[in-house]
């Protein structure tokens, strides 16, 4: 492993991979002048609804990302290669050092590609639907240091499995589990329904805002905890919770804005469209000793318009929709409701300023927007909104 780099915030790194990539499209650019774009930016489309906060942005910008993911193939000779897919292709980019993944996770996926000539694992070949290595994702939980390898194989048959598993356990310590994900499927979803556990648990668990956190192959985690903890604490700032209020924790991944808010709520409940992450969130607010919280299993706008007609209403909502924004469904059966406050957080601030436009249209108040920087070196931009009823 190279040498931890350290960051000065005017100074220029560039990646050597980064014009194939494309993932990171301020390579090249200092962190300090990446911030003032990501201010322009988001003044730019967010600005019409009122002050927009200085960007908070990180200490220490490199090797954030706690998820790193490496699709398998050939190259011309036939050598195995891992990487990224070039953008907008299927070609692999062989990435041998990225700057913003985790390190010890990269070393992880270079490790199982030089391991596999000597058990025979043929990766798979998109074209002919042949081979069985496709990918392999890394978590590693930076507060506990646990770290999840998922396999993910396009068959469930793994011949020699067990030794495979004993070689890079033996050559990389600290690998808490690994699982065989299955996925047949010829798409481009990285993971497939059927999850095996080769090794230990099957989940990792790491800490945020102090509380811990299990976190399974295919539940949404945010991928920079550095930043989430300035994300979520700001997030329950905006909220002003004083204990009495009944808050909605609106697509609630594994519960942790939720779990972290609710030791400032009289009650919470969390609804979340995947499965897996639900079992974890209830798992979560078991582990952390939470008893005022609840999670439902379905579509955030279905439920929302359920109980504007019959349930217990939320005084606070905290949205934090996937890039692709809210629903008409759910934005208006919360203006039917009308919580005293909204507090979106967002991840994609086009489909924020849309929705904003909706709500604040509806009788709501911009109070505050906080961008923070959760993707350095990539155009990403997360953002924090407050909202109020104007309407009392
Ligand atoms: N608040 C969580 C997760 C945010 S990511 C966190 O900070 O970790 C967005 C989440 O919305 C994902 O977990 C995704 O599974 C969920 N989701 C996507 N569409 C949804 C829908 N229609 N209804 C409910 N949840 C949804």
Avoid: W
Avoid at 10 to 35: F, N, V
Avoid at 88 to 102: A, G, K, M, Y
Avoid at 249 to 265: L, N, P, Q, V
């Amino acid at each position: 492993m190279k040498e931890k780099q350290t960051m000065e915030p005017s100074r220029e790194i560039s990646c050597s991979a980064a014009s194939r990539c494309g993932g990171c499209c301020y390579q090249g650019l200092s962190y300090r002048k990446q911030l003032a774009q990501k201010q322009k930016q988001a003044e730019k489309l967010l600005g019409k609804f009122g002050r927009v906060e200085p960007v908070t942005g990180m200490k220490e910008p490199l090797y954030y990302r706690n998820k790193v993911h490496s699709v398998f193939g050939r190259d011309k000779k036939g050598q195995i290669i891992c990487g990224t897919y070039e953008e907008n292709s299927h070609r692999i980019v062989t990435v041998e050092e990225c700057l913003i993944e985790d390190q010890k996770s990269q070393q992880i996926i270079r490790t199982v590609r030089d391991l596999l000539p000597s058990f025979r694992i043929r990766v798979y070949d998109e074209d002919l639907g042949t081979g069985l290595l496709r990918h392999v994702l890394v978590r590693r939980g930076f507060t506990t240091g646990e770290i999840m390898v998922v396999l993910v194989t396009a068959s469930p048959v793994f011949p020699s499995k067990n030794n495979f598993v004993k070689a890079l356990r033996s050559a990389c310590h600290g690998i808490t589990t690994i699982v065989q994900n299955i996925n047949s499927r010829r798409t481009s979803m990285v993971l497939g329904d059927r999850n095996v556990v080769l090794y230990g648990k099957g989940f990792i668990r790491d800490e945020l805002c102090g509380h811990v956190f299990r976190i399974s192959p295919a539940s949404f985690y945010q991928v920079n905890p550095v930043q989430t903890e300035v994300l979520y604490r700001t997030a329950v700032s905006f909220a002003g919770l004083s204990g009495k209020e009944e808050v909605l924790d609106a697509y609630c991944g594994i519960g942790t804005i939720g779990i972290t808010a609710a030791g400032k709520a009289a009650h919470v409940t969390g609804i979340e469209l995947n499965p897996d992450a639900v079992r974890d969130a209830v798992t979560n607010a078991k582990e952390n000793g939470i008893r005022n919280i609840c999670f439902r299993r379905g579509d955030a706008g279905e439920y929302l318009q359920r109980i504007a007609s019959d349930g217990k209403k939320p005084d606070v909502i905290f949205m934090d929709p996937p890039r692709s924004g809210s629903t008409k469904a759910f934005l208006s059966a919360a203006c039917s409701i009308r919580p005293s406050r909204i507090v979106y957080i967002s991840c994609n601030p086009e489909t924020l300023a849309r929705d904003l436009t909706y709500l604040t249209g509806h009788g709501y108040s911009v109070g505050k927007i906080q961008p923070v920087d959760m993707f350095p070196y990539t155009g990403s931009l997360e953002t924090v909104c407050l909202l109020s009823n104007t309407q009392k």
